[in-house]
């Protein structure tokens, strides 16, 4: 007899990265040829978890009392304050002058898209999500009792505008609301970046199909916005954008800390509310304050405080960002080589821009990843592609992978 609620009776965790990850972490401790491309964290060329220094500087320097005294639940007015100069950066005189904000601490961009599911999706609704995507949506989705829809996110090697468009008509006239995921730039897992002209026809239509003031929830996943090879700026652009938005949309940006300066463990983030209508900014925080209180009570303050001074403090950030450019430039390096040998072979891969996988669709992606463990290469079989973690791996293991992915392939 089973004694858990009904709802609970059927949960069964669908992402198999975590559990992948373990096996292929236990295999590479006990034979170091293993190849791991399973996580998804960075590391250097000698196969150890890439940290920041100027970031572990400030953390030496914390006292105790930042360690580890309680927080407030939506965190920090200053660690609010230091998120929205980091991710608003030159636009944030102009983004906080015409739009109303609202931040909210959480563990990790995981705890900002949980919570967007609980207080923004009714129960049976629906989310779109995109074809391509980190598995954990589908938990959060039905954690929050609703379910989910996907978009195609291609056509000829460009974000396909035209379904999600047919899929948001749809949505918006079965449920009279429309609550939208996208995971830009360096998408998880295909690596594809936005260009500046699709965001904005994006907006335009979200604008178009508001203009009778259904409500519309643009939820924006900007985990990895900080690896773009497009440098800190030019990714920014698309915030901007924001402020054109109707008073019906309610923009909440999903920041990760926990990417950005490769906290993976410590879980921090937050979410960034951006509107034009004020109640709907403070509902916003009165309803995810009550959520983070019932979900995990305070994210750490360490990790806030952390960030926090990192950011603020000039000096600190300067050192900082040129690290953090010279990260992004070490994954540009290992994708050129990686695409390069996936060309040598003929091996077709979804479109990538950068960041820290790539996705190469085939076949029964299962059998492929039992005959490259064979090989002692370990990587993550999705629904119809594989997806390799180059942040993980060297670039000398990025030149192998490809050639052992033709072999099995061609068995």
């Not at 698309?238 to 938005?245: H, Q, V």
Request: glycine share 4%; with cysteine.
């Amino acid at each position: 007899m089973s004694l858990l609620a009904k709802h609970s009776r059927i949960k069964e965790d669908r992402s198999n990265i975590v559990t992948l990850g373990s096996i292929a972490k236990k295999a590479k401790n006990e034979d170091p040829r293993v190849i791991n491309a399973t996580i998804g964290m960075l590391y250097d060329e000698n196969g150890k978890l890439f940290t920041y220094k100027s970031v572990n500087k400030v953390l030496e320097e914390l006292t105790p009392e930042e360690k580890f005294s309680y927080p407030s639940t939506p965190g920090n007015p200053e660690y609010h304050e230091a998120l929205k100069r980091w991710v608003f950066r030159q636009y944030y005189d102009e983004i906080l002058s015409t739009m109303y904000c609202s931040v909210m601490a959480t563990p990790g961009g995981s705890g900002a898209i949980s919570n967007s599911f609980s207080n923004y999706l009714n129960p049976k609704d629906c989310v779109l999500l995109p074809e391509y995507m980190w598995p954990n949506y589908e938990q959060f989705a039905y954690e929050s009792f609703a379910t989910y829809e996907t978009y195609s996110m291609f056509e000829q090697n460009h974000f396909n505008l035209k379904d999600i468009k047919r899929k948001i008509e749809a949505m918006k006239q079965r449920q009279k609301r429309v609550v939208l995921v996208i995971n830009d730039p360096c998408h998880n897992p295909t690596g594809y970046s936005m260009k500046y002209e699709e965001w904005v026809e994006l907006i335009r239509y979200i604008n178009e199909t508001t203009q009778d003031q259904t409500p519309f929830i643009l939820i924006y996943d900007m985990a990895y916005i900080d690896y773009d090879q497009r440098g800190f700026d030019e990714t920014r652009k698309n915030i901007l954008l924001f402020k054109g938005l109707n008073p019906s949309v309610l923009t909440i940006l999903a920041f990760s800390g926990s990417k950005t300066m490769a906290l993976y463990g410590l879980r921090v983030g937050a979410q960034i509310a951006l509107g034009k209508d004020k109640q709907a900014v403070d509902e916003f925080f009165k309803a995810n304050k009550f959520s983070s209180r019932a979900k995990w009570s305070m994210t750490t303050n360490l990790g806030m405080n952390l960030i926090t001074k990192v950011i603020l403090n000039r000096e600190n950030r300067k050192e900082f960002e040129k690290e953090l450019i010279a990260s992004s430039q070490m994954l540009g390096k290992r994708a050129f080589v990686f695409l390069e040998e996936c060309k040598k072979y003929t091996i077709g891969v979804l479109p990538f821009t950068c960041g820290f996988f790539v996705t190469i669709p085939c076949e029964n992606p299962f059998e492929l990843y039992e005959r490259l463990v064979q090989k002692k290469i370990y990587i993550i079989p999705l629904e119809k592609a594989i997806r390799v973690t180059i942040a993980a791996i060297s670039l000398e293991e990025c030149k192998k992978i490809p050639k052992a992915i033709f072999e099995c392939l061609k068995k």
